[in-house]
């Protein structure tokens, strides 16, 4: 089994990042579990494009999706919505039209914000996104790690108990889905 973390942040010592590397902890050993940060080389979607020409990093991400049993997303909040690199990715991921790697597969979502809201309002509308891209998208367990920048180590541990008992549910939901829809 392998399963993808991608987050919507590429910043130096991102939260979000932070909460998905911190998921490997959780994942049994033989699972295969990767991360990838770097949303921010991606071209911006452009439909006359969309066909030809796919830079290498999109077609490796498409790939890596495509391949994937299960996608964890983490994105920040950016003014009450998740990242637009995010935005952008999904898109990218979504087509050529019939070919979305989206479609079908399974996608959890998590989330780390320094302020109250841990992300909940990016999350909601990264539900909506997604159930136009075909995703089967878990409903819990909802990870939502308010005042983050207080409750990971210097190491980027999780220290936080309940968020880390949340984070161990995700990955054995994630691990025992039967939504493994192939397309
Ligand atoms: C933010 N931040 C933020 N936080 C939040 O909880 N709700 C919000 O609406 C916003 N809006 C927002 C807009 C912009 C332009 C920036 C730059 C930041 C703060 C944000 O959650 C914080 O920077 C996180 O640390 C970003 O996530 P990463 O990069 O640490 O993963």
């Not at 066909?51 to 994937?68: F, H, I, M, Q, T």
């Not at 979502?109 to 089967?136: D, I, N, W």
């Not at 995700?170 to 829809?181: A, I, P, Q, Y």
Request: hydrophobic content about 40%; charged content about 20%; aromatic content about 8%.
């Amino acid at each position: 089994m392998y399963v993808l973390g991608i987050s919507g942040s590429a910043r130096d010592g991102s939260l979000n990042t932070a909460l998905l590397r911190s998921l490997s902890e959780f994942f049994p050993k033989d699972i295969e579990f990767e991360v990838v940060d770097n949303l921010s080389v991606l071209p911006l979607y452009d439909q006359v494009s969309e066909d030809e020409n796919v830079p290498a990093y999109l077609a490796e991400l498409r790939y890596k999706v495509g391949r994937a049993d299960a996608v964890i997303l983490a994105s920040p909040e950016h003014n009450y919505s998740f990242s637009a690199s995010m935005k952008n990715a999904l898109d990218l991921l979504s087509r050529p039209r019939g070919q979305s790697v989206l479609a079908g597969r399974l996608v959890a979502l998590v989330g780390a914000a320094p302020g109250l809201y841990g992300t909940v309002r990016a999350q909601a509308q990264l539900r909506q996104v997604l159930h136009a891209t075909g995703a089967k998208v878990l409903d819990r367990p909802e990870i939502y790690v308010n005042q983050a920048d207080s409750k990971f180590g210097c190491d980027g541990t999780l220290l936080d108990r309940s968020a880390r008992e949340l984070c161990a549910q995700l990955v054995e939901t994630v691990c025992n889905s039967d939504v493994f829809v192939r397309w």
